[in-house]
């Protein structure tokens, strides 16, 4: 038998190892991927979460006061400003946080129902027979759901029910 030839080698073996170093590709390309979805990937750490729930505390907070002391005829303007806090604050956040995993999705959820909850009260502050008017609160709701699913303090989304009344007051002129 004849020795083989070097072109024959390298047509047999070269095939070969471009075959196997392909297979290790996607061995390490699927262990990636399960070590992606077992440690939540890319998505929101555990500190990112709580400072944004933090910071949707220090918004809550005012504006919940601030709905709940607001009595028909008196100015609104505390609770607007207030309002106005909360919404640019989860507006803001939602643009900069992942909302990869379970906490990324969770917040997304939090931040989503803010912006809604907050939305309808700046709406119906300017107009209080604002077709939102109706809707504040089951929003808040919403928002205390959401924020209790993500660890939150729903308790801080408080005086819905008495923005609605004055709000309601105000547009039969009382």
Do not use: C
Not at 6 to 27: E, I, M, S, Y
Not at 57 to 73: I, K, Q, T, Y
Not at 123 to 130: A, C, G
């Amino acid at each position: 038998m004849a020795p083989d030839r070097p072109d024959t080698v390298a047509r047999r073996w070269v095939p070969r190892a471009v075959a196997l170093v392909a297979l290790f590709g996607v061995a390490a390309a699927v262990v990636g991927a399960v070590a992606g979805v077992h440690d939540g990937g890319d998505g929101l750490s555990p500190a990112q979460a709580a400072a944004a729930l933090a910071q949707l505390d220090a918004v809550n907070r005012p504006l919940g006061e601030r709905l709940v002391a607001l009595r028909s005829g008196e100015s609104a303007r505390p609770a607007q400003a207030a309002n106005r806090a909360a919404y640019q604050l989860a507006g803001r956040l939602r643009a900069k946080l992942s909302t990869g995993g379970d906490l990324g999705a969770a917040l997304h959820d939090v931040l989503a129902a803010e912006i809604g909850y907050t939305d309808a009260i700046g709406s119906t502050m300017y107009n209080p027979r604002s077709p939102l008017r109706d809707r504040i609160v089951a929003d808040a709701g919403v928002l205390r759901a959401a924020l209790t699913a993500a660890n939150g303090n729903p308790q801080l989304v408080r005086g819905a029910e008495n923005f609605v009344a004055v709000a309601r007051a105000r547009a039969a002129g009382r």
